[in-house]
């Protein structure tokens, strides 16, 4: 489904799109109120991890993707944790405060690895309620199709919707990705963000600038690498019978188009935000609402 094709649900994101207009600048370092703060242990190393809400809630584990953290989703953790959810979320290995997670010395990171790590977080708990973002979508989408028991519903946010040397669908570096090597595109993707060429607001983007003191550019360049690899994980999620919802923001990075016929290999609820690739960050409001809609309609 899209907005404008349930009344009800447009009605709430409208309201919550309001929120979202209304929302200050926050410093993205700082402690998140009543937060829970440990190292999980993973296969791959120590992985950074916090979690809020009640204990015995729905479990939720929130996954970012290639240069983020767990920090991308302080705006919309409290909004959850108040709905009842028990809401987790680790920086990958390689990523900020997990930068020592990772292969051993000489190895690169791969997709068995990411998995490993998200599978480990997964069975330290009751089945959970699983979100990717971008990247981080495809491994929670791999991991759902092979240990379903582990995962009670999947949300797809800014996923990488095709298979394949799927940067060849992007909006703008697509025709030129087959020409670029994951090193260069890493490094020129770490150089953009450093010097924020996509705008985002300063609080924003001093934080995003600080992480990469911790970030490991060797990291960014492999998922690269796997992203000219991307396997095809629709099927496996979709013939396991795992509830899955698709969020894209109207402004992403992939075209729209992607986004829907993904989700309709998934099986699965579309939901589209008036948003770019990142609506944890700037639409927080709206992306807890269409997640909690679908939450509720799976009970």
């Not at 985002?200 to 995003?208: G, I, M, N, Y």
């Amino acid at each position: 489904m899209t907005i404008g094709s349930d009344d009800a649900l447009a009605a709430r994101l409208r309201l919550a799109a309001a929120q979202d207009a209304a929302m200050v600048p926050i410093d993205w370092s700082a402690p998140l109120a009543g937060v829970e703060r440990d190292e999980f242990a993973a296969p791959s190393g120590p992985l950074a991890r916090i979690a809020l809400g009640p204990i015995g809630g729905d479990r939720l584990v929130l996954m970012p993707g290639m240069t983020g953290s767990k920090e991308d989703f302080v705006r919309m953790m409290p909004r959850l944790a108040a709905s009842g959810f028990r809401v987790e979320s680790f920086d990958m290995a390689g990523q900020y405060d997990s930068c020592a997670a990772g292969p051993p010395p000489g190895e690169h990171y791969t997709m068995r690895l990411f998995e490993d790590d998200l599978r480990a977080v997964l069975a330290s708990g009751p089945p959970a309620h699983v979100l990717g973002y971008s990247f981080a979508g495809t491994v929670a989408a791999a991991v759902a199709g092979s240990h379903p028991e582990l995962v009670r519903s999947l949300t797809l946010l800014s996923t990488t919707p095709v298979a394949g040397q799927a940067l060849r669908a992007f909006k703008v570096l697509g025709p030129f990705s087959g020409l670029l090597s994951a090193a260069a595109l890493g490094r020129l993707f770490v150089w953009v963000l450093r010097h924020n060429v996509h705008r985002a607001p300063l609080d924003r983007a001093v934080f995003v600038t600080a992480r990469f003191d911790k970030t490991r550019v060797d990291s960014v360049i492999d998922i690269f690498d796997l992203m000219k690899h991307t396997p095809d994980v629709a099927p496996a999620a979709r013939e396991r019978g795992i509830p899955t919802l698709v969020v894209a923001g109207r402004h992403d990075v992939w075209p729209l188009e992607a986004h829907r016929a993904f989700a309709e290999r998934l099986g699965g609820r579309l939901v589209i935000l008036d948003a770019g690739h990142s609506p944890c960050e700037t639409a927080p409001h709206q992306l807890a609402e269409a997640m909690t809609d679908f939450f509720a309609a799976g009970r």
